[in-house]
């Protein structure tokens, strides 16, 4: 097999090699650089929870210099040229650069030292050669200021893959591939015990895996709102989001149960170099892992310098790490093919990642009160260029995003919009309780797909939009427990008025203050649909109650609509 192509099993890779132990500190550093470039972006904002450890001490891979305070040693000065590389492969680098001192001089001329991207990315000491686990760090960097430029081309490759157990491999491959959208349905069909994945902000194999997800979903759809809705669910099903790749290596490693590895761990991404050293420990627990046919990324390792770094130095580190060496650790020594291009705008590359790691994995409580009132049914053209209706639109991308709630939801369904002179300001259409109870029989999940599929809108209907959303907040209020998230998901494309219901909204605002208990906090996410929404109610009422509020003026951008809310009610404390 020549060495881009995909494997359909992974055999134990040549050569001695193993994983430098993982250190947790330097994690918080690469979150750290993230902040800086989405504040440096323009407009994005991230919250850590806590954020409190120093930097960590670079590992230098020569001798180590005697204490200054010894009167018969001098240190060394600075060495001609430093450099930087992620732990992976740094032990590579270290030996290459030991051959550019034949007389063993106690300070050599290359010092290597082994350190996470995120790291190098922000530390004052900046190497003259950076050899990070991927080309989107220098994109990251740059957007920090902190500029490198690649010397040719990466000195390895290692193609991400989705691995598990070996007993549960048909579940997620068929013939030695794999896809994430498959992965992706089969999160919704609960088939996976458990899918895990590392924190893209913080993680190589993160980083990828969420531009692999959404570019996968993508391809799906031509409406991105509802390619979003798809990716986030999958996000929506994570047992564990933040997980570091050599730690759950480490962990699998451990246990003698494969079954208890398959409930602890389950599915997750990994570099194929990384799962050849884990196969080559001959571990009790195997694993099985699967290139991504639909959205195919990989590390590279870009050899990188600093302006003013001596070049022919350089290149003679670089001339003396050899492809033997490189194979021989599990590498590859060429690029895969159909690999995903990056993106070359550090938003563009960040801003799922950011939005992937800001989702509060919190017990979720939700009422959804949807527009039913006669403008539903105005025609429209969607993203495919289809015609249809308000109604129609709602249906596709309401069935797609009923798939983004974890099986820890509790929630419930009401219609509001009325032709009858004394009919009710809203109907429940699904009764309120976990998403994996049971309504008449199915699931409470299949019964919000099933109303949402059939959704119909009333013909001349009002808007009791001020009441309906009252009675939300008031029924919700007496649901909110500790540590839940309790918010009331509001979708309209008009304004109050048109029934007997109908108020101002400074009545409406007033009366929505005085209900308001900050220790049964619920936040309204609302979204309005259509050039006729009212915005500015909407906006009024989100911020009230700490939630809040999206436009779709253009109908056939409410599956982008959706998602945000998603996101915003996930953020909501």
């Not at 020569?62 to 040693?73: L, R, W």
């Not at 540590?483 to 048109?498: E, F, K, R």
Request: proline residues 8%; hydrophobic residues 40%; negative net charge.
């Amino acid at each position: 097999m020549s060495d881009n192509e995909w494997p359909r099993e992974l055999p134990a890779g040549p050569g001695e090699w193993s994983e430098p132990p993982h250190r947790p500190r330097r994690a918080l550093l690469a979150a750290a650089l993230v902040l800086a470039v989405l504040a440096a972006a323009g407009g994005l904002t991230w919250q850590l929870m806590s954020n409190g450890a120093a930097a960590p001490e670079a590992e230098p891979t020569a001798a180590p210099i005697p204490s200054a305070t010894s009167p018969s040693v001098t240190p060394c000065p600075d060495p001609e040229l430093s450099v930087a590389a992620a732990p992976e492969i740094a032990p590579l680098v270290a030996e290459a650069a030991a051959t550019l001192n034949p007389d063993n001089l106690r300070c050599p001329p290359v010092v290597v030292r082994a350190e996470e991207p995120g790291t190098t990315a922000v530390a004052k000491d900046r190497p003259d050669v950076w050899i990070p686990s991927s080309s989107a760090w220098l994109t990251v960097a740059a957007g920090a200021g902190q500029r490198y430029t690649a010397s040719g081309r990466p000195v390895a490759y290692s193609p991400v893959l989705i691995a598990a157990p070996e007993g549960i491999s048909t579940l997620y491959a068929k013939d030695g591939r794999t896809t994430w959208t498959g992965l992706i349905q089969g999160a919704t069909e609960s088939r996976f015990p458990t899918i895990t994945m590392p924190d893209p902000l913080r993680s190589t194999v993160g980083l990828l895996s969420v531009h692999a997800v959404h570019a996968a979903t993508a391809r799906t759809t031509k409406d991105s709102g509802i390619a979003q809705l798809r990716a986030f669910t999958l996000r929506s099903r994570l047992e564990e989001a933040s997980a570091d790749p050599v730690q759950l290596l480490d962990r699998m490693g451990k246990e003698s149960d494969a079954t208890t590895a398959v409930y602890d761990i389950g599915v997750f991404p990994v570099t194929e170099q990384q799962l050849k050293a884990y196969q080559k420990a001959n571990h009790q627990v195997r694993l099985a892992g699967f290139p991504p046919v639909d959205g195919r990324v990989e590390a590279d390792y870009p050899f990188a310098l600093r302006k003013g770094t001596d070049k022919d130095l350089a290149a003679e580190l670089r001339e003396a790490i050899s492809k033997p060496a490189v194979a021989a650790a599990g590498f590859r020594i060429e690029p895969t093919a159909g690999v995903l291009e990056l993106p070359g705008s550090v938003t563009e590359l960040l801003t799922p990642a950011q939005q992937w790691a800001q989702y509060k994995d919190l017990a979720f409580q939700v009422l959804l009160l949807i527009d039913s009132s006669g403008s539903m049914s105005e025609a429209i053209t969607d993203k495919d260029g289809k015609k249809g209706t308000k109604a129609s639109l709602l249906r596709e991308s309401g069935v797609s995003a009923s798939e983004l709630f974890g099986d820890d939801t509790t929630i419930g369904m009401w219609y509001f919009g009325t032709n009858a002179r004394n009919g009710p300001a809203h109907t429940e259409v699904v009764p309120y309780g976990p998403i994996t109870g049971k309504v008449e029989g199915r699931s409470r999940r299949e019964a919000l797909q099933a109303q949402i599929g059939a959704y119909k809108p009333e013909a001349s209907a009002g808007t009791p939009l001020y009441q309906a959303v009252l009675d939300g907040v008031s029924a919700m209020r007496e649901q909110v427990r500790k540590d839940t998230a309790t918010v009331v998901v509001v979708l309209t494309d008009g304004a109050d008025g048109g029934t007997r219901f109908a108020m101002s909204n400074d009545a409406f605002l007033t009366k929505l203050n005085e209900t308001q208990d900050p220790a049964r906090p619920v936040s309204i996410i609302a979204v309005g649909y259509g050039p006729d929404a009212n915005m500015g109610a909407l906006t009024g009422m989100a911020e009230a109650s700490g939630g809040r509020a999206f436009a779709a003026r253009n109908p056939a951008d409410l599956g982008s609509a959706m998602a945000q809310a998603f996101l915003a009610a996930h953020a909501t404390q």
